[in-house]
């Protein structure tokens, strides 16, 4: 039986999957050893540099299982949580990001278990049913998301941090505060649209990524760029991954609304 589940689990992946997941964590090591961290606030670099890595393994494994539409993502979700938090308080920026991390990410990430749980696909029972969302749900989004960016990224910017990753930078500290007000917005919005099994939260994976980048080129982070690349390549193979898994639905159901109407038509 162990065996079973041990073949059941590695078959679960494709080659393109293992070769993404061991690309990234490759990449991650080899910029661990270009780009050394410096120590932030009396914490050693080290220590740092080992949360950075904590926080890819993490993230590119999670991101595998939404792509593959896994429940379990959330499972490693929470762990990625733990170590942002970590990461978030050791270098003294994006406190916006650890704010919607405690109170929205992690209740989110266990009521979004039960939910995928709840909605499995009725050919394979280790995949969760998605779908899209519709116009005007977008422009809501969007809109709140604009709104969010600036009143949350004022406040920020209010925050006088003398120690941190930009302390003695007064003009990046209020961009990466408005960048991290915008992120940590579009991050509620892809929080909901995960646990709803919505398709366009990879769109908002992909918006997420951009603005993190460029906070991490402002805060000097070059090892999570690694992270960001794996996003951006995964975010492109999950949103092909979830709109073929819509398209099958939306045949099926086609097929089986033609076969209700048919019987109808016929006992009449």
């Known amino acids: 039986m162990l065996m ?28 661990a050893f270009l780009f050394p961290e410096e120590d932030i606030g009396g914490v050693n670099g080290k220590v740092i540099l080992a ?5 890819i ?17 959330f499972v490693v979700s929470l762990v990625v949580e733990a170590t942002e938090i970590a990461i978030c308080v050791v270098c003294a ?5 650890m704010a919607t991390t405690i109170f929205f990410w992690i209740p989110v990430d266990i009521v979004s278990f039960f939910m995928w749980n ?34 949350v990224g004022s406040a920020l910017s209010l925050i006088d941090v003398e ?33 709803f099994r919505l398709r366009e939260q990879w769109i908002a994976w992909y918006i997420s990524t951009f603005l993190e980048v460029a906070i991490n080129i402002i805060s000097g982070q070059w090892i999570l760029l690694v992270l960001k690349f794996g996003y951006l390549t995964n975010t492109t193979y999950g949103y092909i991954m979830w709109t073929k898994s819509i398209h099958k639905a939306e ?5 089986v609304d033609r076969k209700i109407l048919k019987i109808l038509k016929s006992n009449l």
């Open 4 to 31: 079973q589940k041990i073949k059941r689990f590695f078959g679960f992946f494709t080659i393109y999957e293992y070769c993404w997941f061991i690309t990234i964590t490759v990449l991650a090591f080899v910029f």
């Open 51 to 55: 949360l950075y890595l904590v926080d």
């Open 57 to 73: 393994f993490s993230n590119i494994l999670c991101e595998l299982l939404i792509s593959k539409q896994s429940k379990w993502n």
């Open 93 to 97: 920026y994006r406190f916006a990001t």
């Open 118 to 151: 709840r909605h499995k696909q009725k050919d394979d029972e280790r995949l969760t049913e998605v779908r899209r969302l519709k116009g005007w749900q977008e422009v809501a989004v969007i809109s709140a998301i604009v709104i969010w960016t600036v009143v």
């Open 163 to 195: 120690e941190g990753i930009l302390s003695g930078q007064p003009v990046l500290q209020k961009v990466v505060c408005y960048l991290d007000a915008c992120c940590s917005a579009v991050g509620v919005a892809n929080g909901l649209f995960i646990l």
């Open 251 to 255: 045949r099926e159901q086609a097929a």
